[in-house]
Structure formats: structure tokens, C-alpha cells
């Protein structure tokens, strides 16, 4: 089969701030000491069952040099720049481009590079499966998990009805990270999955769906189709800062017709923010959470500590609490309390 995989490494999330900077967000961290972060784990993942020659890796220039240190074994030419950030659509419409150049007949896989998988054997199948499906009926394919809890900080997918694949029916909805109240309704209901943020697609009818369907991209895509023919192939086109800021899910695939969403079974977090850290990392008996920190708690429950090398924390009574140091900027607020994080990593970055 004609698979090929994009690992999306180009974000600059700041929600675990700060720990995860701009200069070095979440997937460039390993935050559990266990000696490769989550773009090696991600990348390593894939490697187990897909020739690394079909594995590409796209990221902000920003983050070459990062990218080439802890992914030594990747040669440049699978390394694809983003000059500037246009948002997933741009960088999955590139590495479409990039790869329907190598093989026309190629089955694309996206996914993002940060994500925490539980089984990796089962993860394997489910791949192999997507591909086979989204190849075999040309068509694209999101992936979703069994929510566990109403999370609202994940995006929620709808099955529709069946294809005759098990594990596999057409999609009918998304949802973008619901209020809470919806979140409820949507367990309840049992039908919604949260979105993996993993597609499967044609190159050729991702190219198809890009022109057919984004104005911006009728003008665009034959340009990146010239630029990936030139005789430098790793040419990054200079065009790229002039595409739209695009989501994949919500500016592409809710306006196409014949989207399918495959219910994965190998277990999956987005680990984004504090609280789903607390909420998905196993911590102690009273759900303390140390993340590769060393600590001394005392009347202490459901707090997150992370701490850099070579320090040490003391902690009495907290309840509910994220304890996070990164350089110049030590953070204490209630786990809960985005809102109040958010407000801080602001005011921290006007007060430099």
C-alpha cells in the first residue's frame, strides 16, 4: 500500500505555560522523564510500522534546529518548512503537494505530534485500517476515541450511519470544544467521540477537495504543484504567508460531503492543558500529580507539580493546584482556573 504519514510539529502552544513556551512548546518537551518527548514518542510510534522513508515531518522554521536534534535519523528532505503559521490547512495542503510528487497513488495520514497514546499495538491496527479505508473508497477519514468524561477542551465528532466497516460510519457532525452542558448531553447521547485530530485521505482528492472547495487555494495549489516540481524540491513556497489561517476540521471537512470517522480502541489524551495532565497522568493516592519532579507534599491533594532538574519542592495543604517553574517565571493557580492561567501567562509576557 501507498501509505505515507505527516507529523504535524509546528504548533506553538502555550496552554502548559510555563513549560511549554513559544520557543519551545509541548511537543519538544518529555514531561514524564521518560527520556523522548512526545515528537520522538509520536515519530517512534510510527516507525514501528511504516517505512521511515514515508514519514515526513512538518514544522515552523522556527523549529528546524529542535527538530533536527531530536529527530537526528530524519534527513532534511523529509523535514517540511512552514515559513509562517496559515493553521493546519496550509500544512496539510503542502505536505500533500510535497508527497503527491513522490506518488501520485499515495494514502496520506496527518497527525499531530503531541498526543499521549495508550496502546500502541492496538493504535498500529487501526492505522493500517484507516489507511485501508480511506484508500479503498477515496475518501477522507477522521479518527475519534470513546469520550470518558465531558471534556470540554476537546473537539467532539458524531457518528452517522454505518458503512458496513466495523469501527467505521459516516460522520455527521463536529463540534468544537462544547460548553459543559452540551459536553453532558453529548455523553449521555453516546454517539460522539472526541476528535483525535488524525485524518486519512487521497493525496488526490485532498488536492481536489482544496481546489474545489477554498477560493483561496484555486490560485494557490498549482503554484505549491510547480513549486514542489522545481529542481529544488525542498523549496518552500514564498506564497505560503499569503494563504488563509485554516483549520482542517472546521474550515475544510464540515463543508465536505462524504467524511467518515473511524472509533479508535487504542486509548488517547490530548495533554494541552493542567487539568487534563491531573486528569489522565496517574498520580498518587490522593491524585497528586509529580511530573519528573522531585517533591515533599504534606495534606496535599489533586496538585500538579513540575519542576526543572535539580530542584526540589515543599509543599503543605494545597488542594486543586498546578505548581509549574520554567526559567524566570514560577506559576501557582488553582488547576481549574484556565482563565486566571491564561490572564498570568499575559501579564508575564507585558511584564518582560
Sequence with gaps: MNNYCLILAG?????LWPVSRTTKPKQFLDLFGRGRTFLQQTYDRMARFMPKERIFVSTNVQYLDIVHEQLPEVDDFHILEEPVRRGTVAAVAWGAVFISKLDKDA???VTPSDHLIFD????AEDILKGFEFASREKSMLVMGVRPSCPDTAYGYIQK???TGTEGITHLKTFTEKPQKEFAE??????DFLWNAGIHFFPVSSMLDLLYSILPEYQMEIPRMVEAAASDDGKLVPEFFEVLPNLSLDADLLERTENVYVQEGRFGWADLGTWTSLHDYVMGDTKGNVLLDTQ???YDCEDT???LPKGRQAVVKGLKGYVVAEEGEFLMICPTSDVAAMRKMHTDAKFAL
Excluded: D, K, Q, S
Excluded at 504548533?11 to 496552554?15: K, Y
Excluded at 448531553?185 to 453516546?190: A, D, L, M, V, W
Design 295 to 297: 517533591a515533599h507534599l
Design 11 to 15: 504548533g506553538n502552544g502555550e496552554r
Design 304 to 306: 500538579v507539580i513540575r
Design 185 to 190: 448531553i453529548f455523553i449521555r447521547e453516546g
Design 160 to 162: 452517522g450511519e454505518p
Design 107 to 109: 494514502c496520506m495520514m
Design 120 to 123: 500502541e499495538t492496538a493504535f
